[in-house]
């Protein structure tokens, strides 16, 4: 009557968000990508039970990636890795997304599979992987170590490897890498084009 | 980790990346077995082993939840024809009666959030829960979200610890939290102890201190002693003025700060000291000087930010207010009609100390209150009963807003308690999840370990130790995955714990223990590599026998075979070990070399390698993770020369190098393939390294 209110509205952003995402329909989501039905009911399961609003966030994503990596610290490249997943800018990706860059990735052909590591070097996005970005990166992948490996990774592991490789990749010396230049490196080496295969998942 | 298990596709998809800058090839994925992995009106929902049936038409009444939706389709079950859901069965309960009577209900007894997210889950908002539980359910989600703030709040404070970066920063968090730091803490006992005497100077400044020379009266201690207590007094607002200005200096919103109710009162308690520097000491104004020096006893209220019970007295009465504003206007209301009839009816009487009706105010206060003085007292009948009825009625309208405002601060002072406790054990709890974090990461890298030896062993065809059931394919690949980072960035996982020996590993160092029973092997160009957990030591190409102090095994390298034996005595070497009998076993390691050395074209015989499982539940001794797939030249390991095995298990590996390798030497073979080995020396010293994997 003669006091303030008590602070309902602060109190209500604290409610877990109504707002949901239900996916597409199964069938349709069989055609489109390359996951039987009963693999897309495998991983719709997981999702639902990890993220039961249908949508997971860039904190929600970090979370579980770093389940993986328990003894470094996997959120630099699980951030990376969600830049990579288009999402409409609400910052989160739905099921359609990460399915569909699953299928992309792991059972796509290998030029979209390079494609995706193409955009998952390319930070900024502008067609070209320079020294630095590449840096970024593995720096993100070396903390996913830890600190108890054999032998230690410490701050110039990184660049001593990107120094290694990024002269090989770079064919035509220009500082900066294309998408050619990555296909024309992936492709020479059998090895790597084997290694792309052996990332698929059984579920 | 199972909740994450069907994110495992994902994360060994986004693992790809790693693939233009491995250093080394990928290891092949693992090779699943078989695995066992699918209108009727009536369907069966099956939640976690409870069945629960019902009309297809009772969940089709809600079409925009799960349940009704078509998207309860990838929860079906062909196998068992039902739907099955991972989840609480005693929460889905009542999800199932909302279905079934409209009205979704809130158990009491059930936890707030596990039913929110279950809600979540199933697609259902809470605000259709039913008027009975309604209320219920917001009260206690009140009560949680304000326990998510004070631990955001708490947690955003423990977090600052670690994110000063400048001198305003760090003066505004001693400011805030005293006892982060000496300083701080000293700063604010000082204060302290400066708000305290500046108050009693003021309380003991109007004590009579004797008589007053040549008049009638007694001094006053603050005329007597003036120059004293202005000294003091100076001394304590230029101690307030100077924290005054370093609060203002280190906040970092300066227009919020000086809006705030302390900094308000900081003002109002040097202002009047400053005021009455101004002010010359002649009668006029003098009045108001001594008014000003009234200011002066709100310094007390500096004392808040020192007490915890004040600051929650002050907070309660902020949330209080409405309680607090009803009862004022009802005493208002009721003493202007006491007051009003009591003058009415005393108004005759002789020399009556009702003059008016404000004058009549301080009696019904008085009597309301219970007060009694006695300085106004009715003397006509009806003024007597008024006065009795008046001071009745006071006792009710007193006593009726008391116990809310009683209850309101015993809720604010125990969420505060709770607020410490909450604190205190959110520290102890997270060193707890520290230490289950690394036990359990140093039993994950032994598991790999397990897990890789046998996937070894499967690749070479050999059998394999049926004690150990086959591991789930989530467990493999996941391993896999692990092994993929290892080999992207050339590194291996080791386990946490400090080498047994307690020293730092220095690299090239021979073992100070060469054991005289293999000084057959000393044989020249022979070049002995050790492995297993004795190799903190890097080996380099010269030759030497490399064993650890206490260490099981040593590796021989002859000219035609290299050969590690397990000591047969243990000297406290691992600990899961010793407790052991050591088997050994005989590992052959697979060879191929897509090297030709200078005099033979291509090795006419292949080894095969296959890592048997000793008891001792470890890792292996040797690995060939390397050797996998299609025909990659891999000697035992293709790790650069400074790899080193670590490994709870004790093996013998045996290679037997193809016969036409020339003479003594041991034909370079480390370098697998040109690209993938980035250590490959130039040289042509011998080298073979062997490495866990």
Redesign the interface.
């Known amino acids: 009557m003669f006091g303030g209110k008590k602070k309902e509205e602060e109190l209500d952003e604290f409610n877990i968000h109504v707002a949901r995402h239900r996916p597409e329909e199964l069938a349709k989501l069989a055609k489109t990508t390359k996951f039987t039905r009963k693999e897309i009911q495998l991983i719709y399961r997981g999702f639902k039970q990890e993220c039961p609003t249908g949508m997971v966030d860039e904190d929600s994503f970090k979370n579980i990636f770093s389940q993986f990596f328990p003894q470094g610290d996997a959120s630099q490249y699980a951030h990376y890795v969600f830049n990579t997943i288009k999402h409409n800018h609400t910052g989160k990706i739905s099921f359609e997304d990460f399915l569909g860059i699953l299928s992309k990735v792991s059972r796509g052909s290998v030029q979209e599979k390079l494609q995706w590591i193409f955009g998952l070097y390319d930070l900024n996005g502008d067609g070209l992987i320079t020294k630095n970005e590449m840096l970024d990166v593995v720096t993100s992948i070396y903390e996913m170590l830890g600190r108890s490996t054999e032998p230690q990774v410490d701050e110039h592991s990184a660049k001593e490897h990107v120094e290694k490789i990024f002269h090989q990749i770079d064919a035509n010396k220009d500082g900066v890498v294309t998408i050619d230049e990555l296909v024309e490196w992936c492709s020479r080496d059998e090895q790597i084009l084997q290694s792309l295969d052996t990332l698929d998942t059984v579920l | ?1 199972a ?21 080394h ?5 693992p090779i ?1 077995k078989d ?1 066992r ?2 209108d009727d009106e009536k369907l069966l929902i099956n939640v976690s082993g409870r069945r629960f049936e019902t009309w297809r038409n009772t969940l089709e009444k809600y079409p925009d939840t799960l349940l009704g ?3 309860r ?4 079950d062909e196998e068992c024809k039902e739907y099955f859901f ?1 989840r609480d069965p005693d929460i889905f309960r009542h999800i199932l009666n909302y279905y079934r009577t409209g009205k979704l209900h809130y158990p009491k007894h059930e936890c707030l959030t596990s039913y ?2 279950e ?3 199933f ?1 259902i ?2 605000d259709v829960i039913g008027d009975c539980c309604y209320e219920d359910y917001r009260d206690r ?2 009560e ?3 326990r ?2 004070d631990d955001k709040l708490s947690e955003n404070g423990d977090q600052n610890l670690q994110q000063l970066t400048n001198i305003r920063q760090k003066m505004w968090r001693a400011f805030e939290n005293p006892h982060t730091s000496t300083a701080a803490l000293v700063f604010y006992y000082v204060t302290g102890f400066f708000i305290a005497v500046s108050v009693m100077a003021n309380v003991v400044e109007t004590v009579p201190c004797g008589l007053r020379p040549g008049r009638a009266g007694t001094l006053p201690c603050g005329e007597r002693y003036k120059i004293v207590f202005f000294c003091l007094d100076t001394a304590c607002v230029m101690i307030f003025t100077a924290e005054y200005l370093l609060r203002l200096f280190a906040a970092p919103d300066r227009c919020k700060f000086v809006r705030s109710v302390m900094s308000i009162i900081d003002v109002v308690a040097i202002l009047p000291y400053y005021i009455g520097l101004g002010i010359t000491d002649n009668d006029d104004v003098s009045g108001a000087f001594v008014t000003l020096r009234v200011f002066r006893v709100f310094r007390i209220f500096k004392f808040s930010r020192h007490s915890q019970g004040l600051r929650i007295l002050g907070y309660t009465l902020k ?8 009862l004022v ?1 009802s005493l208002a209301m009721a003493i202007i009609i006491f007051a009003t009839v009591m003058f009415y009816a005393e108004k005759n009487v002789e020399g009556t100390n009702f003059t008016s009706i404000p004058a009549a105010f301080w009696y019904t206060i008085v009597t309301m209150t219970t007060l009694g003085y006695g300085d106004m007292v009715p003397e006509t009948i009806a003024g007597k009963i008024v006065g009795g009825v008046c001071s009745l009625s006071g006792v009710l309208v007193i006593a009726l807003p008391v116990p809310v405002i009683v209850s309101n601060f015993s809720r604010i002072y125990h969420q505060n308690q709770r607020a410490d406790k909450r604190k205190a054990q959110r520290k102890a709890r997270l060193a707890r999840i520290r230490i289950a ?1 690394a036990s ?2 140093a039993a ?2 032994s598991k790999k370990k397990a897990a890789e030896a046998r996937i070894a062993a499967q690749e070479s065809g050999l059998e394999i130790d049926d004690n150990y059931h086959q591991e789930d ?1 989530f467990e493999l ?2 391993h ?3 092994r ?3 080999k ?9 714990e400090v080498p047994y020996n307690g020293q730092p590993k220095r690299p090239g160092s021979p073992s100070p223990l060469a054991s005289p029973t293999h000084s057959a092997a000393s044989h020249p160009g022979l070049l002995h590599a050790c492995c297993g957990r004795c190799c903190g030591q890097r080996y380099q190409s010269i030759p030497f026998l490399a064993t650890s102090p206490g260490k099981d095994r040593v590796v021989l390298v002859y000219s035609d075979k290299i050969e590690v034996r397990t000591k047969k005595h243990q000297r406290g070497a691992t600990p899961e070990s010793t407790a052991h009998d050591e088997e050994l076993n005989d590992i052959q390691i697979r060879m191929q070399s897509n090297r030709s050395p200078p005099s033979e074209p291509t090795p006419d015989r292949l080894s095969r390698a296959s890592l048997n499982q000793t008891n001792s539940g470890g890792g292996t001794g040797a690995g060939t993770g390397g050797t996998g ?2 025909g ?1 030249a891999s000697l035992v390991s293709i790790s650069k020369p ?3 095995t ?1 490994s709870t298990m004790t093996a013998s590996v045996v290679v037997n190098l193809p016969a036409s390798y020339p003479g003594s030497e041991v034909e370079p073979t480390s370098p697998a ?1 040109p ?2 080995s ?1 250590a490959t020396s130039p040289d042509q010293q011998p080298e073979v390294r062997i490495s866990t994997l």
Not at chain 2, 3 to 23: N, Y
Request: charged share 20%.
């Open positions: 980790m909740s994450v298990a069907a994110w495992l596709p994902f994360a060994r998809a986004a693992a790809i990346g790693w693939v233009p800058i491995a250093t090839p990928l290891p092949p994925a699943p695995r992995k699918a939706s078509n998207e389709e990838f929860f079906y991972d929110d997210e809600l979540a889950f697609g908002l809470p989600k009140r949680n979200a304000e998510l703030m949330s209080c207010a409405s309680e607090l504003g009803f206007f974090k359990s990461g994950f890298v394919i690949q996941h896999h995955l692990l993929c980072l290892e992207t960035t050339d590194r291996e996982f080791v386990e946490m797939g299609g990659s400074n790899s080193t670590s393939s690209s993938a980035p």
